[in-house]
Nanobody, 127 residues
């Protein structure tokens, strides 16, 4: 079991930046592939970025490529989402998620592959 707690959300103007953090407690952190999802009102929860447990592989959705970066610090049991050049369309609740894996380079792209979820943090981008 792992518990995930997100932080760092808030209100920012278009073009600004935010950094989200997701702190994990519980089992050995390094054996989880991690991801950030987001869900806007009336829309489905979509994968934004993902990272393997050794940090060697990452994935970014087309909508955020070149603007968002995922990283992790296994010693601190924390992953990060650096969001730059934010747009109003980025407004959503952002969720951190963890999926068990025995492979260091696994990146999960689908929500059912993630067994553990945080409560979410709101990001609002004003125009």
């Amino acid at each position: 079991q792992v518990q995930l707690i997100e932080s760092g959300g808030g209100l920012v103007q278009a073009g600004g930046s935010l950094r989200l953090s997701c702190a994990a407690s519980g089992r050995t952190f390094g054996r989880y592939a991690m991801g950030w999802f987001r869900q806007a009102p009336g829309k489905e929860r979509d994968l934004v970025v993902a990272i393997s447990w050794n940090g060697g592989r990452t994935y970014s959705a087309d909508s955020v490529k070149g603007r968002f970066t995922i990283s992790r610090d296994n010693a601190k049991r924390t992953i990060y989402l650096q969001m730059n050049s934010l747009k109003p369309d980025d407004t959503a609740v952002y969720y951190c998620a963890a999926g068990d894996t025995n492979y260091s380079h696994t990146v999960y792209l689908r929500a059912p592959e993630y067994a553990y979820w945080g409560q979410g943090t709101q990001v609002t981008v004003s125009s």
